[in-house]
């Protein structure tokens, strides 16, 4: 049966020969609303053995697709199947998905679970929901439906109504939802709840329906967060949701709540660009100054997007920092550099933020003055120009406001091959902004480059005092990237390259404007004096033909082949020959093509000088910008100088970009107040003590700091400070000396920017003095070399005195006996004739005698002191020497690896910098011969010291043996007066008695005399006298015999103390010992006797009495005087036999006293 019933549904699932499927039929008339049809089908199915459940479930599917009531009915009465049949959805879900209310109750009544899922698993119930079906979801939810059934995304039926994106349901259906039970803060496998996809797609009433509930009912929580710790505000952010960002601020949600990587809802608005969202939530107090963990702000996300708007919005906040850096080192200024924004890079530069700066620091740009030297070939008379810092990094033109006053690359300025421009103080603030307005200039392209160069500033010095800021010595290369060969051919057609020599000319400050006095302030024409114009001008007399030599030149020996194949590309495309044909000389080469691989940085420290009034002034002006108060301060009138002004606006920022100027204490003490030891050098105590050197107004080593950017091959930057209130004609102002040694006609001219560096840092390395020769009072090694021979001298005569006094203690100690003074002072007087004071004081009227000369150390130990100062002070001077060696040694390596890339001959540049190492190895000699000189002064005062202790020592010793001696005879002389005392007391004490007139003394009664016999008195007062005084005068005697012999008795009464003590305990150990063995004796006998009474009873079958027990135990084991002796053993053996007894008694026969075994008792 079984196989025909197969065959049969065989046959008809794949067809048969007679008539049609039956599966069709039963769809068709499903899908009519046949009845009949349905009837017969299934009549004919039940006779081909096919009626089954699931074959009528396929027509049932089909009716409530199609809303067939009447076949639903009949479907379901022959017994249709409700679930779903293979990968079909279940029926009551198709009636669901189509609002068939009726046919929907029709599956619910016949059984259908309103459970059923479909493919994504979503209930019938979100299908309603989402269909926007309100009575097919109230009929699901009154028939028991789920309403927190999860699908396969584990979301609930309100996540699918908020995740939708096209919300086209109603406010009927949700307020029906969230009557029921079904839970608002339910997460998904994202940890997302409802909430937070509504803030996703932007469903704002959805929303606020979830955080405003009716009372009583909770509410959604706006602080939960997803899987990333995202809040809804941070997905409404993220999104760009305006309304829902003001609804959940409404609602107050967290402005500042971090995620992942600690970002806040301000950080998706601001990498977002909504700038209406970041307005909002910078009225709710979002913080705008807010890192990633990567250190990234708000900032840098809205540039590196290019959201300008945001970044303009930003820019409006007083508070904000615009140079923060992230981890990668990058400002928001590189992050737009970096993604191509140029023009927020435009709005992040500098000098688009002059409100920024303070009165102070635009003040101090004002009143400094920064030099740009032009380097190139020039044929008219250069001149000397000057431009105040204020107008070089922030100026504009006053034709064209938008344009720069000056620009920082030679580019534009024909004639121009590269361009020097010096700042006058190490102020990282005006550094970085020339660095960003350079890096504008050149298109904002070389990213990496600049980033390197910023990162230099890393190598900074910090600490809690002003002088302890500071750059570390160093001098590296950093990669510069080059530009493509399409943007260099384009810039050399928009600026075809001029006519020049192959001797370039130098102009100062000229080419930057073609009329100097309208961007040069009248005010700055008096400072041209230091640097007149006929002392950097060449007349053009000097080089006559030059111009026709160089163009003969550069026709006939072109070498370089870029060049030729530009000219022959200018002269097919109907350019013909250029007029100003290009130099072929290397080292004027213009050719951005050749651009340098690489930047130099350079920090190196070097030695200059500051008056000491001067010194002071600065140091009072740091000391009261540390508590400067913004309000005026009574008593003071006068306007601040530019040298307050610039420590005023720097010293107490938060970057501390200024480095002031240090002496050569706070250079190797950068974290102590030197404040003591500033005012006590060498070369100050040598300017004012000596008065045939005292100076007006002496002078102090300083330390000052070289900081140089060699960027490319045409521009050089440096930034070294001047002196306090900088006076015109300074003879070692630095910037002069190297417009003095490029200007000079006895060397070569300058051809490069590597060249340029060799000539700054021989200007700054080794000793300052060196380039003012002849004069005395700049002369700073001459005055070390007077320090330490005035200290030679000195130690000299020192030596020659102690041998004076020496020799008079000597004489002294010969003869036994002290000087008379008058004598004294005739030796002292000769010896003062003999030697004379070096130090030109006067002669003191008396000079003190040779004991006092001997043991008065405060002449070595001053001078000990200033030879430890003046070795202190070399070692500093060595230092810096040192550090110069150093960084020259990495210059020069950097120069020529750029010089080997480029195929260019390095004997010339090596050659200056073994010039510049030779300075700097004389100086290192002068100074360790000064060095070992200065020590051997310490050594040598050091031994005379010691020299002063060993003779003071000795003679200390012979006046304690002499004053031992002189002890020793007053104490004889007191013995002697002491037996005399002894003697005559006793004596005296009879003599008195007897002078008393006692009735009983023998009288001459009959003479009446009254006088005692002299016998009679002999005999009493010599005889108790001396039977008194002798004794004590031999006691007096041998009183320390009697001391030594009562100590010896007391050692020995205590010595047989112990040794009694000790005999005592071992022979109470030995009777304890006896007494305990002799306890353990008996009851080892009592035991056996007790044995042996119990085996007799046992062999006589008689039980033994109490009587014969208690006669053998009744007294005890042991006597009355032994039982406090080894009481553990006499207690446990007594209580053992006892028990043992009262065992017996109890058991009879049974048992053996001591346990079934043969051991019996074992005491102890």
């Given at each position: ?30 899908t009519?609303n ?16 096919q009626l ?10 089909k ?19 409700v ?20 046919i ?37 939810i ?11 995304r ?20 949700v ?28 469903k ?30 941070h ?6 949701r ?37 307005r909002i ?19 840098h996300?809205?540039a ?54 303070s ?15 032009d ?64 890096f504008?200039e ?35 290369s ?53 640097l ?31 060049d ?7 002269k ?26 690489s ?5 190196m ?16 002006a ?40 240090r002496?050569?204490?706070q ?13 006590d ?78 000539v ?19 002369q ?18 020192l ?18 006996r ?12 000769k ?16 000079q ?18 200033e ?33 080997y ?34 020590e ?5 005062i050091?031994d ?57 003394f ?163």
């Amino acid at each position: 049966m079984n196989r025909t019933t197969s065959r049969s549904r065989s046959r008809s699932s794949t067809g048969s020969d007679h008539g049609d499927r039956l599966e069709p039929q039963l769809l068709r008339a499903a899908t009519n609303n046949d009845v009949a049809a349905l009837e017969q089908i299934t009549q004919l199915a039940r006779q081909k053995g096919q009626l089954n459940p699931t074959f009528l479930g396929i027509g049932l599917v089909k009716s409530c697709e199609r809303g067939c009531i009447e076949a639903t009915q009949y479907l379901l009465k022959a017994g249709a199947s409700v679930e779903a049949g293979g990968n079909r959805a279940p029926p009551i879900i198709r009636a669901v998905e189509r609002n068939y209310v009726q046919i929907v109750k029709l599956l619910l009544d016949a059984g259908a679970s309103p459970e059923f899922r479909d493919k994504e698993g979503r209930t019938a119930l979100m299908t309603a929901a989402w269909k926007n079906q309100w009575h097919v979801l109230q009929l699901l939810i009154s028939r028991g439906a789920d309403v927190n059934a999860w699908d396969n995304r584990k979301r609930n039926i309100l996540h699918n109504l908020a995740a939708d994106k096209q919300c086209d349901w109603g406010d009927d259906v949700v307020n029906l939802l969230l009557r029921t039970v079904c839970e608002l803060d339910a997460r998904d496998d994202l940890g997302r709840t409802p909430l937070h996809w509504a803030c996703t797609t932007g469903k704002t009433h959805f929303a606020k329906l979830l955080l405003s509930r009716p009372q009583g009912c909770p509410e959604g929580y706006i602080h939960a967060t997803e899987l990333r710790n995202k809040t809804a505000l941070h997905l409404a952010t993220a999104h760009d949701r305006e309304d829902v960002v003001e609804l959940l601020l409404e609602y107050g949600a967290d402005v500042n709540a971090r995620s992942d990587g600690g970002w806040t809802p301000f950080h998706n608005a601001c990498d977002k660009g909504c700038e209406k969202i970041v307005r909002i939530l910078l009225e709710a107090g979002a913080d705008f100054n807010s890192q990633l963990l990567n250190g990234m702000t708000p900032l840098h996300l809205a540039a590196q997007a290019g959201h300008i708007d945001v970044v303009k919005c930003l820019l409006e906040q007083p508070s904000l920092r615009r140079r923060t850096r992230d981890t990668f080192g990058s400002t928001p200024f590189l992050r737009a550099a970096q993604f191509k924004r140029k023009d927020i890079v435009q709005l992040l530069a500098p000098f688009n933020h002059i409100e920024a700066l303070s009165a102070d620091a635009e003040g101090a740009c004002k009143g400094f003055d920064a030099t740009i030297v032009d380097f190139g070939n020039f044929h008219n008379e250069n001149r000397v120009k000057r431009v105040s810092v204020y107008e070089l990094l922030y100026g504009r033109d006053r034709k064209n406001p938008r344009k720069q006053a000056v620009t920082t690359l030679p580019a534009n300025v024909k004639a121009s091959e590269f361009r020097w421009i010096h700042l006058p103080a190490n102020n990282m603030a005006w550094v970085e902004a020339l660095m960003t307005k350079s890096f504008i200039e050149e298109g904002a392209s070389d990213v990496e480059g600049f980033k390197g160069l910023e990162k230099s500033f890393g190598h900074q010095h910090r600490g809690q005092r002003p002088h302890s800021h500071f750059m570390r010595p160093l001098c590296q290369s950093t990669p510069r990237s080059l530009r493509g060969q399409d943007e260099i051919e384009k810039e050399e057609e928009s600026h075809p390259p001029p006519e020049r020599s192959p001797l370039p000319q130098v102009i100062i400050n000229g080419p930057v404007v073609t009329k100097p006095a309208e961007y040069s302030p009248a005010p700055l024409k008096k400072r041209e004096t230091g640097l007149s114009k006929d002392s950097y001008s060449q007349d053009d007399d000097s080089v006559p033909g030059r111009k026709t030599k160089a163009k003969h030149k550069n026709s006939n020996n072109n070498k370089s082949g870029k060049d030729t194949s530009k000219y022959d590309r200018n002269k097919s495309a109907g350019h013909g020959p250029d007029k100003h044909t290009r130099s072929v000389t290397p080292q004027l080469s213009r050719d951005v093509s050749f651009s340098a691989k690489s930047n130099i940085c350079v920090f190196m420290p070097y030695l200059h000088f500051e008056t000491a009034r001067s010194q002071q002034k600065m140091q009072q002006a740091i000391k009261q910008a540390e508590t400067f108060v913004s309000a005026p301060q009574p008593g003071l009138t006068r306007a601040p100088t530019r040298d307050e002004l610039l420590i005023r606006a720097h010293i107490n920022s938060s970057t501390a970009s200024l480095h002031v100027r240090r002496t050569l204490d706070q250079f190797f003490y950068p974290n102590i107040d030197t404040e003591t030891r500033d005012s006590d050098q060498v070369v100050y105590r040598y300017q004012t003590r000596w008065s045939e050197h005292k100076a007006k107004d002496p002078k102090i080593f300083m330390v000052d700091q070289l900081w140089m950017w060699v960027l490319g091959k045409n521009l050089i930057v440096t930034s070294f400070p001047q002196r306090w209130e900088q006076p015109k004609n300074d003879p070692l102002n630095v910037l002069d000396g190297i417009i003095e040694d490029i200007n000079s006609k006895t060397r070569e001219p300058v051809r490069s920017v590597y060249e340029l560096a060799t000539v700054i840092t021989g200007r700054c390395s080794g000793m300052f003095d060196r380039h003012r020769m002849g004069d005395e009072d700049y002369q700073f090694l001459d005055m070390f070399e007077s320090c330490i021979g005035t200290a030679t001298d000195r130690e000299t005569m020192l030596f020659r005195e102690f041998n004076v006094a020496s020799a008079q203690s000597s004489e002294w100690l010969k003869h036994h006996r002290r000087l008379k003074r008058s004598i004294v002072e005739s030796m002292s007087s000769k010896e003062d004739e003999d030697h004379e004071d070096v130090n030109g004081k006067e002669k003191e009227e008396s000079q003190p005698l040779f004991v006092d000369k001997l043991l008065d150390i405060g002449q070595e130990t001053d001078l000990l002191a200033e030879a430890k100062d003046i070795r202190d002070e070399l070692n500093m001077i060595r230092t810096v020497l040192e550090y110069q060696k150093q960084v020259l040694q990495d210059l020069q390596d950097a120069i020529c690896e750029i010089y080997y890339d480029e195929n260019r001959s390095q004997n010339d540049i090596k050659k200056k910098f073994r010039e510049q190492q030779r300075n700097i190895d004389m100086h290192v000699k002068d100074v360790d011969r000064m060095d070992k000189q200065t020590e051997r002064i310490y050594n040598s005062i050091t031994d005379l010291l010691d020299l002063k202790q060993k003779h003071a020592n000795a003679l200390e010793a012979r006046f304690a043996r002499d004053q031992a001696a002189g002890t020793a005879r007053q104490g004889k002389t007191i013995m002697m007066f002491t037996i005399v005392t002894i003697i005559f007391l006793p004596l005296s004490f009879i003599a008195s008695f007897f002078a008393i007139n006692v009735s009983e003394f023998p009288h001459d009664a009959q003479s009446g005399n009254t006088n005692i016999p002299i016998s009679y008195v002999s005999r009493y007062i010599f005889g108790i006298g001396f039977s008194i005084s002798i004794p004590l005068v031999l006691l007096a005697l041998s009183v320390d015999d009697i001391r030594l012999g009562s100590r010896e008795a007391w050692r020995r009464i205590h010595q047989w103390r112990l040794t009694r003590s000790s005999s005592s305990k071992k022979h109470n150990r030995d009777i304890s010992h006896t007494s305990n063995t002799a306890v353990q004796q008996r009851i080892i006998t009592q035991e056996l006797e007790i044995q042996r009474i119990l085996c007799r009873s046992k062999a006589s079958s008689r039980r033994p009495s109490e009587e014969e027990l208690d006669d053998y135990f009744g007294h005890g084991l042991l006597p009355v005087a032994t039982k406090g002796t080894a009481h553990t053993h006499t207690s446990s053996a007594v209580a053992r036999p006892r028990s043992s007894i009262h065992t017996y008694r109890s058991t009879g026969h049974r048992n053996r006293i001591g346990g079934s075994g043969d051991k019996g008792f074992r005491f102890g």
